[in-house]
């Protein structure tokens, strides 16, 4: 039998892949885990409380929305959009990042200037404001959110894993196999990439973080996918206009994002802190 | 003397790189505006106009010219301060934006005060707990904080304090019947030149929950950078030698510690300021704030094309802003630059 690995070991890494597979279990199997079909309007029943509450009805666990939709189904089918673009945005924005990470770091000279100049622009621009206008430019939609996110997010990647290339083009290794003769890419997807990959792990896991919060900020302000498939962000909307009567409306979403994020961000420090060779013995538990 | 010249130099070189950034922003956002599916002609016009009225429209805005021609018409007009104007509001853009601005820059530096004095306390606080049981517990919630950004804590600030306490106002800037003083657009500013305390105490109410809520998010970043780099400082010799000189913790602290873990924590800070600029803008909607965020998202949902335009380009001139300031106080503070 193949020993467990080190990172597997880690009680970060373990509460957050216990935090996603119970998302992505939400997100499979929502129309058989969800009570109601979350576009259903109970008109009669507004606003209704939770359940356990008074005037609470055993039909709807946590209540319903300003148009009688059922919160709980609600709640369970919106990790799918999360998830989708969770998972989607940050490979999307992995690749374009390292790419150009490893592009510049390997190459220096013009070309490393000409990459770090674009990142230096697109950091001028504060993400959230570039998100919207990319979706403004782009059109709402379940793919142009991913679009947006990967277009705005790539330089997160390529900022990092540029400076750790640059370290390790630097190493003997490196040299060597420049000298026996290896090609650039090959020298790049051998020797290099196999170095920057933990890094690059960590980003990711934390990458899907922040893109479950950039989705859920843009369907708050109805910029992400149609009003027809159900999403976090618009759960807080409805919830806003409604704030007196039902607080607890926005509780449930907020909570559920919180969740999800937290579930990646203690991920990536767990992987972080098991991956990183540099880090002594001492930092890792 | 020397000193000065070399800050100087330093800076205007770093005023100057900032214009071909801005020049290319300005592109982009021209860009990605104009291969939106909407005809600003035909928007411009009453639903009935027919389509000589649209040609003509489109030919008077210029749109019926290459795209390069149009861009050098919008740059040179909007290095003249003018950025077109609204479609939606059928006002002048800089007078939009102009009306807007104050609110969100008072909004910032409020919200930077508290995120500057949360990260520096809380930095002193997980640098002052180090290798202790209490460090492992405050380690976990930063990262728990981490996973907040000012979005949720916004919510989370206005459910607690707005809806069930009720002890804090969450909406807008003023509460109704309130005189609003006008002199510079500075609403705080202005209420307390001309003596409008009422109006002054009541302004900051409302924005205790928003500034908080940017402050909060800010600061477990700084929290994390000045914990390391005190702890970096305090691994140098000089340390030590102050210890064997005989020095109080508390000075050595203050005199040796913060003094040269503060500058990694200010650099940071640049970038950060810049990233709590661009935050005030859901945070303005949460608490339907009156700046530059509510005009922008308003001009979202209409695809009013020069609001979102000039908004856009005003928060990437304001975070080059920060960053330049930002920068120069490094400058000033860095001991390194007075040897020279």
């Not at chain 1, 885990?33 to 008109?43: F, G, K, M, T, Y």
């Not at chain 2, 105490?201 to 600061?219: C, E, K, W, Y």
């Amino acid at each position: 039998m193949r020993p467990i690995p080190l990172w597997l070991k880690s009680g970060r890494v373990q509460t957050g892949l216990v935090i996603i597979a119970i998302l992505a279990i939400c997100a499979l199997f929502a129309p058989w885990l969800a009570p109601n079909d979350p576009n259903e309007q109970d008109l009669l029943a507004i606003l209704a409380p939770p359940a356990w509450a008074d005037g609470g009805d055993a039909l709807y666990p946590l209540g319903t929305d300003s148009l009688g939709r059922c919160v709980l189904s609600r709640l369970i089918f919106s990790a799918r959009v999360a998830l989708t673009v969770a998972f989607s945005a940050s490979v999307g924005a992995m690749i374009i990042g390292a790419f150009f990470a490893h592009v510049a770091g390997y190459f220096g000279g013009w070309v490393d200037w000409l990459i770090s100049r674009i990142v230096e622009i697109w950091l001028s621009f504060p993400p959230v404001i570039l998100s919207l206008i990319l979706m403004v430019g782009l059109g709402t939609g379940l793919r142009n959110v991913v679009l947006a996110i990967i277009l705005v997010d790539w330089t997160r990647f390529c900022r990092v894993l540029r400076s750790e290339v640059i370290v390790l083009r630097r190493r003997d290794y490196v040299s060597a196999a420049q000298l026996v003769g290896f090609s650039h890419w090959r020298t790049i997807t051998r020797e290099i990439l196999p170095g920057t990959m933990p890094l690059l792990i960590t980003l990711m896991s934390l990458e899907m973080g922040v893109a479950i919060i950039v989705e859920a900020i843009l369907s708050f302000v109805g910029m992400s996918v149609g009003s027809e498939t159900p999403a976090w962000g618009q759960m807080i909307a409805d919830a806003r206009q409604n704030i007196y009567e039902a607080p607890f409306n926005m509780i449930a979403p907020i909570l559920a994002i919180f969740f999800a994020v937290f579930g990646f961000n203690i991920l990536g420090d767990g992987l972080r802190r098991t991956l990183d060779t540099r880090l002594t013995q001492t930092e890792r538990t | 003397m020397r000193m000065f010249a070399t800050i100087a130099k330093l800076l205007v070189m770093r005023v100057l790189t900032a214009i071909p950034i801005l020049f290319v922003v300005s592109m982009l956002l021209f860009g990605i505006l104009r291969i939106l599916p909407v005809d600003p002609a035909a928007m411009s016009l009453p639903p009935n106009a027919t389509t000589q009225e649209v040609e003509a429209m489109r030919s008077e805005m210029g749109l019926n010219r290459p795209i390069y021609e149009q861009f050098g018409i919008w740059l040179g007009k909007l290095l003249e301060g003018d950025i077109g104007r609204s479609i939606h509001f059928r006002q002048d853009v800089t007078s939009l934006i102009g009306s807007t601005l104050p609110a969100t820059i008072e909004l910032a530096l409020l919200a930077m005060m508290v995120g500057t004095v949360l990260g520096i306390a809380g930095g002193l606080f997980l640098f002052y707990v180090r290798g202790t049981r209490a460090e492992a517990v405050m380690d976990f919630v930063s990262i728990l904080l981490l996973s907040l950004p000012e979005f949720l804590w916004s919510l989370f600030l206005l459910l607690i304090f707005g809806v069930f306490f009720e002890v804090l106002p969450f909406t807008g800037r003023l509460s109704p019947g309130f005189e609003r003083p006008v002199v510079t657009g500075f609403l705080l500013f202005d209420s307390l030149i001309t003596g409008n305390i009422a109006t002054l105490l009541n302004a900051m109410q409302h924005m205790i929950l928003p500034s908080l809520a940017l402050g909060i998010a800010l600061s477990p970043a700084l929290m994390r950078v000045l914990r390391s780099s005190l702890l970096d400082a305090y691994q140098d010799d000089y340390i030590h030698q102050a210890r064997l000189r005989g020095l109080s913790e508390k000075r050595l602290l203050v005199r040796h510690g913060l003094k040269n873990a503060i500058l990694p924590t200010l650099s940071l800070m640049g970038v950060q300021f810049g990233f709590l600029f661009g935050g005030t803008l859901l945070v303005e909607i949460i608490y339907s704030y009156p700046g530059m965020g509510n005009l922008m998202v308003d001009a979202i949902r209409n695809a009013d094309l020069p609001i979102i335009q000039g908004a856009g380009l005003t928060y990437c001139v304001a975070v080059l802003v920060i960053s330049i300031v930002v920068d120069s106080l490094y400058l000033i503070l860095n001991p390194k630059l007075r040897v020279r």
